[in-house]
Nanobody, 125 residues
Framework: QVQLVESGGGLVQPGDSLRLSCAAS????????MGWFRQAPGKEREFVGC????????YYADSVKGRFTISRDNDKNTVYLQMNSLKPEDTGVYYC??????????????????WGQGTQVTVSS
């Protein structure tokens, strides 16, 4: 089982940027797609984006498209979420997750089998 640790969250103002990192333990990282999800207070966890094994296929939720960028460095066992032009509605706990092998769905949380503990992002003036 892989261990995932997110970092980089914080309190920022609208329009600011943040880069989240998700470090994975073990040698299985490079063989899996990875995803980012977020959960706002009182709301269900929602898909943010995901990246394929080699980083050649990336999907984003419509709400973040054009503002967020996902990347990965397989040599460092790390996946990143660059967030620009942040809005108050981006506030929430951000989680990275490992995509389950063979899962047909990239946006459903059930398609991911390992999760980090989350990092808080708060966008407020």
């Amino acid at each position: 089982q892989v261990q995932l640790v997110e970092s980089g969250g914080g309190l920022v103002q609208p329009g600011d940027s943040l880069r989240l990192s998700c470090a994975a333990s073990g040698r299985t990282f490079s063989g899996y797609g990875m995803g980012w999800f977020r959960q706002a207070p009182g709301k269900e966890r929602e898909f943010v984006g995901c990246i394929s094994i080699h980083g050649t296929i990336i999907y984003y939720a419509d709400s973040v498209k054009g503002r967020f960028t996902i990347s990965r460095d397989n040599d460092k066992n790390t996946v990143y979420l660059q967030m620009n032009s942040l809005k108050p509605e981006d506030t929430g706990v951000y989680y990275c997750a490992r995509r389950r092998s063979g899962s047909p769905s990239y946006s459903d949380s059930s398609g991911y089998d390992s999760w980090g503990q989350g990092t808080q992002v708060t966008v407020s003036s």
